[in-house]
């Protein structure tokens, strides 16, 4: 569903459609991320080149520290799917970084598991 300016005026319409983003693409190069995948840049915006798409720069940006694929995505206010790919990209370019979330490193998280309760909260 797409936002409703009328109702959050901070937001703003997609003029671009998200397969346009993808250029058509609808499968990421590589293994299937989990949505639970932790995501982390490991370079900054500044570092990016110059002719980088506004989407992986804004994905950049929320990366610092860390963030899983579905906090990114509604952050993005972009399909899951869409995100996976351009995060795919990404990580194929050595730009971001997916943490395997079955490791035992992630599990015993602390942050993210208190993110993740924070989270159920909210709802």
Same mark, same amino acid.
């Given at each position: 569903?797409? &936002?409703?300016?009328? =109702? ?5 319409? =997609?003029?671009?459609? &998200? ?29 990016? &080149? ?16 860390? /963030?899983? /694929? ?8 972009? &399909? ?7 995060v795919a ?5 050595a730009i ?13 998280? /602390? =942050? ?6 924070d989270g159920?909260?909210? /709802?």
């Amino acid at each position: 569903m797409w &936002p409703n300016p009328r =109702r959050d005026p901070g937001r703003h319409p =997609r003029i671009v459609r &998200p397969y346009v983003l993808t250029r058509g693409r609808t499968h990421a190069p590589g293994p299937v991320l989990p949505l639970e995948t932790g995501v982390r840049a490991v370079t900054t915006i500044e570092m990016l &080149p110059m002719d980088s798409a506004p989407e992986s720069r804004r994905i950049v940006e929320l990366c610092q520290p860390s /963030l899983s /694929l579905a906090e990114l995505a509604a952050r993005l206010m972009l &399909p899951v799917g869409v995100v996976r790919v351009l995060v795919a990209d990404l990580v194929e370019a050595a730009i971001l970084a997916a943490d395997d979330p079955h490791s035992a490193e992630v599990a015993t998280d /602390l =942050r993210l598991l208190e993110r993740l309760l924070d989270g159920i909260r909210a /709802l």
